[in-house]
């Protein structure tokens, strides 16, 4: 592993655990076992260390998931959305606890809005072609009930969020 990579590694780990005001690039450097003067020479300031390690999470999750994201048919995709974040949670929880604490902040907000985007109209595509009254008011309706879903696991107030997920399969008929 490369300096760099203990950097942001360590980095996750404590703003996940910490929060972000409350880590100092003093402590990250001890905990990569690096100089401070390291992280200013790769990422600039603390700021841009975040950054990149929010873009690059939402990367990893891009690069992993786009088959899971992609439309093959309404029941499908709303299948895979509604089980996509107990996925993402397992996979990388530091990032997910991360992203929670951090879901405040614009920036944070933004790259989360960016990530979720594409998918709202597939969502409202998936309940008209089901043939809901309302599809914008379920999709609206189901994408709240995935991020508080996400949000709840990553921070560790929920532990059921597979029963969770297996009941809006039931409630959509998609089993």
Known sequence: ??????????????????????????????QAGVSEALIFKH???????????I??????????????MTYK???DFLRNMIFLPSKLVAEEPLFWKLQERLSHIPFSRQQHEQFMKPVHPIIIRAFKELGYEDPEIEAEFLLLVIDMLWKKEASGEIDNSLDLALLLEKKYQLD
């Open 55 to 68: 873009k690059s999470g939402y990367r990893r999750v891009l690069q992993h998931h786009r088959g899971m």
């Open 43 to 53: 990422f600039g300031n603390k700021d841009s260390l975040l950054a990149h390690l």
């Open 73 to 75: 048919n309404a029941k």
């Open 1 to 30: 592993m490369s300096r760099k990579e203990k950097i942001l590694e360590a980095a996750l780990a404590l703003f996940a655990e910490n929060g972000y005001a409350d880590t100092s690039t003093k402590e990250i450097a001890n």
